[in-house]
């Protein structure tokens, strides 16, 4: 069975920086992809950042191009998001997403989810 277990959101001033990770299963690295995304209550899930499980490229929303960096640990099976220069619109509830195939930018094409880690930028 494939968990996914997110730890590292918080608060963080305007400028600030934070690194959310996610623990992935081995299993979740046969399929294509593996994303963060994030929601706001009463909206739709939307795509940040995707790594290739394979050949390790990154794609990333023009909205954090530049400021956020994905990451994955094969020797540790993590998941990582580091995030920086945060902007109070960064605010919201990141997910990391594993067992993603096809379309990687679209919750739907992502099999497994995390829980959720809150993340709140002040000004």
């Known amino acids: 069975q494939v968990q996914l277990v997110e730890s590292g959101g918080g608060s963080v001033q305007a400028g600030g920086s934070l690194r959310l990770s996610c623990e992935v299963s081995?299993?979740?690295?046969?399929?294509?992809?593996m994303g963060w995304f994030r929601q706001d209550p009463g909206k739709e899930r939307v795509w940040v950042a995707h790594i290739n499980t394979s050949g390790g490229l990154t794609n990333y929303a023009d909205s954090v191009k530049g400021r956020f960096t994905i990451s994955r640990d094969n020797a540790k099976n993590t998941l990582n998001l580091q995030m920086d220069s945060l902007k109070p619109e960064d605010s919201s509830m990141y997910y990391c997403?594993?067992?993603?195939?096809?379309?990687?930018?679209?919750?739907?094409?992502?099999?497994?989810w995390g829980q959720g880690t809150q993340v709140t930028v002040s000004s």
């Open positions: 997403a594993a067992g993603g195939r096809g379309r990687c930018r679209v919750p739907d094409a992502y099999k497994y």
């Open positions: 081995v299993s979740a690295y046969n399929r294509d992809c």
